[in-house]
């Protein structure tokens, strides 16, 4: 079993930045993809960004590319979002997720574990 818990959500004007964190516990990483998605008030889980368990290939969504930076640290067990120019489009709860693949996916079902999510929200 992988346990994942989120952090560094919070308020932030538009234009502003936040960095997520995904602490994994119970089971190494560095055999999962990671993966962030997001689920807005009223509207479906979409997808966000992933990355390989290597680090070595990333995707991201359209609506984020240029603007989201996803990472990971597989000695610290950790994944990572940085978020810049954020938008009120952004508003939403972000989950990460663990797919024990070494491919990359933005399909959710995919997923083997996922965290409880972040509120992150976009607001003057």
């Known amino acids: 079993q992988v346990q994942l818990v989120e952090s560094g959500g919070g308020l932030v004007q538009p234009g502003g930045s936040l960095r997520l964190s995904c602490a994994a516990s119970?089971?190494?990483?560095?055999?999962?993809?990671m993966g962030w998605f997001r689920q807005a008030p009223g509207k479906e889980r979409e997808f966000v960004a992933v990355?390989?368990?290597?680090?070595?290939?990333?995707h991201y969504a359209d609506s984020v590319k240029g603007r989201f930076t996803i990472s990971r640290d597989n000695g610290k067990n950790t994944a990572y979002l940085q978020m810049n120019s954020l938008t009120p489009e952004d508003t939403a709860v972000y989950s990460c997720?663990?797919?024990?693949?070494?491919?990359?996916?933005?399909?959710?079902?995919?997923?083997?574990?996922w965290g409880q999510g972040t509120q992150v929200t976009v607001s003057s």
């Open positions: 997720a663990a797919h024990r693949t070494y491919g990359i996916s933005e399909i959710a079902y995919a997923y083997d574990y």
């Open positions: 990355i390989s368990w290597s680090g070595g290939l990333t």
């Open positions: 119970g089971r190494a990483i560095n055999n999962y993809a």
